[in-house]
């Protein structure tokens, strides 16, 4: 694999699958038996274990969520899908008005589980805070992503750009705020190869259906309700060869290029951020975990998340200039004299 570079201060991750395995096994137990209730202690102990794995320049982040605020927002996500499930098994009227009640709402709790993720992320005692407004909120979670629908997908791009920026260019560490800089176009480049890569297992895909179709309309002619259900069962075969040829050689390729692409243009005042992800790596590992994971029924879920986030940030860096402990002296000063807020204001988080 890629070493990292050695000009730029890099990320340091110490987690261990052996340590996280005895978290995550816990976790999972605890979550069965209190019917998904322990689901939001059990966040907060794994962000707390990676994030404390996570260093920087000598010192690890920390997260310090309340779990009862992550209950709180998860007992209103599930509420909103069970009352949009009964709208829509009452009309359809009813459930396109639910529909449209959720579209309404989804920006506004989005953007309080940024406030929420931030406020409660740390790094030498100094909160990251998020100032996104509601408004923008609406703009790229609900406009842009609904006319790149219109669009079909035309328009993803310019989406998936302004949704980093709101994330990106309204964060800030202490009083410092962050920057982001990659264009619409950067995005465009991106997606266009995407589609290129898309466009063979697509092709293949079709023919494959349109083959099985036909045969299924022939049985059907036929009466012979056995061919059928053979059909059937091919076509779903065939489904799920095409989503695991996306997810296992398509999406670490894109995950690679999209994580390089947003960090290599995110800075922190004068400081810039460097991503150096290799497509093929990922792909090793995605492979690698996915056939472990299938092996050992799903046991080897842990070590596979120690894999990846192992190896995403032992290929980022921050590249400093000037004396990057002046600022942080700075804001701790600032913080100090100013008093720091505190978690307990921002109690909404929908995130799992």
């Known amino acids: ?3 990292r570079a050695t000009d730029a201060s890099a990320f340091e991750f110490t987690g261990r699958g052996s340590e996280y395995f005895r978290i995550w096994i816990v976790n999972l137990v605890l979550t069965i038996v209190t019917l998904g209730i322990y ?48 709208a829509s098994n009452t009309s359809p009227l009813i459930a396109v008005i ?3 009640a959720l579209l309404v709402v989804l920006p506004w709790l989005l953007q309080r589980s940024l406030v929420f993720k931030l ?9 990251f805070r998020f100032m996104g407004s509601v408004g ?23 989406a998936h750009q302004r949704i980093k920026a709101y994330q990106h260019g309204n ?19 991106i997606y266009l190869k995407l589609f290129g890569l898309m466009l063979v297992p697509l092709t293949v895909m079709g023919i494959v259906l349109g083959s099985l179709n036909f045969a299924s309309f022939s049985a059907e002619g036929g009466r012979d309700p056995g061919e059928l259900g053979r059909t059937m069962m091919q076509v779903f075969f065939a489904l799920m060869v095409f989503y695991l040829v996306i997810f296992l050689l398509i999406a ?28 093929r790596d990922l792909l090793a590992i995605y492979l690698t975990n996915f056939v472990a994971i299938v092996l050992t029924l799903g046991l080897f879920k842990p070590f596979a998340d120690i894999r990846l986030a192992r190896y995403r940030l032992f290929h980022m860096g921050l590249r400093t200039q000037g004396d990057i402990e002046a600022l942080l002296a700075a804001e701790q000063q600032s913080v100090g004299a100013l008093g720091q807020e505190t978690a307990d204001v921002f109690d909404v988080d929908i995130s799992f």
Request: proline letters at 3%; hydrophobic letters at 45%.
């Open 39 to 86: 689901s939001a202690w059990a966040k907060v102990r794994r962000l707390q274990y990676f994030y404390r794995n996570t260093s920087l320049l000598g010192a690890s982040f920390d997260y310090h969520a309340n779990p009862i605020a992550i209950l709180k927002g998860r007992l209103i996500g599930v509420g909103l899908l069970i009352g949009y499930q009964v």
């Open 1 to 3: 694999m890629e070493t």
């Open 119 to 127: 406020v409660n992320s740390s790094y030498r005692g100094l909160r």
């Open 136 to 158: 923008d909120a609406y703009r790229v979670f609900l406009l842009w992503p609904l006319l790149g629908y219109v669009t079909l997908g035309l328009l993803f791009p310019i």
């Open 252 to 279: 670490p390729w894109f995950s690679a290029r999209m994580q390089n692409l947003v960090w290599n243009h995110t800075a922190l005042g004068s400081h810039t951020f460097e991503s150096h992800v290799r497509a």
């Open 171 to 189: 964060s800030l560490f202490a009083s410092s705020a962050f920057g982001f800089s990659a264009k619409v176009n950067d995005f465009y480049r």
């Open 98 to 100: 639910a529909f449209a």
